[in-house]
């Protein structure tokens, strides 16, 4: 059983940087796609950011730029830069293992999620 706790939320302004963090509880933490999910009120989750076993990353349009994904041992990261009002919303990290080179970017193919972090950018 997979366990992901996320962490880091907060509030901040617009163009602070804020970084959030998932402890990944699982011995094959190595064969795993990682991502971080995003959803604001009123809106459907999206993906933000995937990073697959071998390091290989892909970020959202909205994004790309602004914020990189990383893994260091047990610990998945999201650096948020240029934070923007837009980026206001809960944060997820995912997991699924996955022995590929591609991640799956729809949440529906991630099993095992954390528990959520409020991000909130103010203008």
């Known amino acids: 059983q997979v366990q992901l706790v996320d962490s880091g939320g907060g509030s901040v302004q617009t163009g602070g940087s804020l970084r959030l963090s998932c402890d990944v509880s699982?011995?094959?933490?190595?064969?795993?796609?990682v991502a971080w999910f995003r959803q604001a009120p009123g809106k459907e989750r999206e993906g933000v950011a995937t990073?697959?076993?071998?390091?290989g990353t892909t970020y959202a349009d909205s994004v790309k730029g602004r914020f990189a994904i990383s893994r260091d041992k047990s610990t998945l990261y999201l650096q948020m830069n240029s934070l923007k009002p837009e980026d206001t919303a809960t944060y997820y990290c995912?997991?699924?293992?996955?022995?590929?080179?591609?991640?799956?970017?729809?949440?529906?193919?991630?099993?095992?999620w954390g528990q959520g972090t409020q991000v909130t950018v103010s203008s």
């Open positions: 995912a997991s699924v293992v996955n022995y590929g080179t591609m991640c799956p970017a729809g949440q529906v193919d991630y099993p095992y």
């Open positions: 699982i011995d094959t933490v190595n064969n795993l796609c």
């Open positions: 990073r697959n076993r071998y390091g």
